[in-house]
C-alpha cells in the first residue's frame, strides 16, 4: 500500500543539513570523548540520510568530508553561507538575468558574500562581473533561504537587493555564464529558479514601490514542511 504521506527529497536533505550541522558544531564545542562520539553517530545518519535524498551522494564520503570541516569552538560553529543577488531593472521595466554556465538555469545576478565588503557592495560588484552593468543598491526587498526554497542543495540564505542602472554594456561572464539581458515580466526565460517566490517582488521593486524586505515565515513546528 502506497504511503498517504511520502517524505519529499527536500525535507530528506534538510533535515540532513541541520543534523549534520548540530553534531559538526557539538564536535568543535565539546572537550568530552563520549560526546564526540555521540555527534559522530548522528553525523553518520546525517549522512546516510542525505546520501538517500541525493542519489549521487554517497554517506561515507559526506561523513569524511563533514568530518573534515569540523572547526574549534566559535570557529567551528556551523551556520548557512551567503549568497547576495540583485534585482535590476531598465527604462522599460525589464528585469536583468542571467543563465548559468553550469545548470543552464535563469537567474538575477547572484553570487556569495565575499569577506571585506558589505553585502550592498557584493551586489553592486556581481552585477557588473556576470553582467557588465553598472548599479548602485536601492533598498532590500528579500532575504530568502536558499534551501527551503530549493535553490540550492546546502544550507545558505540569499539577500536580495533591488539595485538602479546607472550604466554600462551587456557582456556575460565568459566562465559563469551562457547568456545575458534584460527581459519583459511576460517573457521570462526558462527555465527560471524559483520564479514563483521572487519575480513578482522584483517587478513591484522595478515599478518603484517601496516596501519591507520580504522573509520567509516561520514553519510550526520550523523543522516540519511548509507553511
Given at each position: ?5 511520502p ?5 530528506l536533505l534538510?533535515w ?7 553534531a ?5 564545542f ?13 553525523l553518520?545518519?546525517?549522512a ?16 569524511d568530508?563533514?568530518?573534515?570541516t ?8 556551523v551556520?548557512?553561507k551567503?549568497a ?19 545548470s ?9 558574500a ?8 557584493v ?6 562581473e ?7 543598491p ?13 535553490f540550492?542543495?546546502?544550507p545558505?540564505?540569499?539577500l536580495v537587493f ?5 550604466g ?20 521570462l ?19 518603484g ?19
Amino acid at each position: 500500500m502506497a504511503d498517504p504521506n511520502p517524505i519529499a527529497a527536500s525535507d530528506l536533505l534538510r533535515w540532513a543539513e541541520t543534523l549534520a550541522g548540530v553534531a559538526r558544531t557539538g564536535l568543535g564545542f565539546t572537550k568530552s570523548l563520549y560526546e564526540q562520539e555521540r555527534f559522530e553517530e548522528v553525523l553518520k545518519v546525517a549522512a546516510d540520510i542525505r546520501a538517500a535524498a541525493i542519489e549521487e551522494a554517497e554517506a561515507d564520503v559526506l561523513f569524511d568530508e563533514w568530518l573534515s570541516t569540523v572547526g574549534d569552538g566559535v570557529g567551528g560553529y556551523v551556520t548557512p553561507k551567503v549568497a547576495v543577488a540583485a534585482v535590476v531593472g531598465n527604462e522599460a521595466g525589464e528585469l536583468l538575468l542571467t543563465q548559468r554556465s553550469d545548470s543552464g538555469i535563469w537567474l538575477y545576478p547572484v553570487g556569495w558574500a565575499d569577506v571585506g565588503y558589505s553585502p550592498s557592495e557584493v551586489a553592486v560588484k556581481e552585477v557588473y562581473e556576470e553582467t557588465g552593468i553598472e548599479v548602485e543598491p536601492v533598498s532590500l526587498i528579500a532575504v530568502l533561504d536558499g534551501l527551503r526554497l530549493g535553490f540550492a542543495r546546502m544550507p545558505l540564505y540569499s539577500l536580495v537587493f533591488h539595485c538602479r542602472m546607472l550604466g554600462g554594456e551587456l557582456k556575460g561572464h565568459p566562465l559563469e555564464t551562457r547568456q545575458v539581458g534584460f527581459y519583459p515580466r511576460d517573457r521570462l526565460p526558462q527555465p527560471l529558479a524559483g520564479q514563483h517566490r521572487w519575480a513578482d517582488l522584483a517587478f513591484r521593486a522595478i515599478d518603484g514601490e517601496v516596501f519591507p524586505a520580504d522573509f520567509d515565515i516561520p514553519r510550526t513546528p520550523p523543522w516540519r514542511g511548509n507553511p
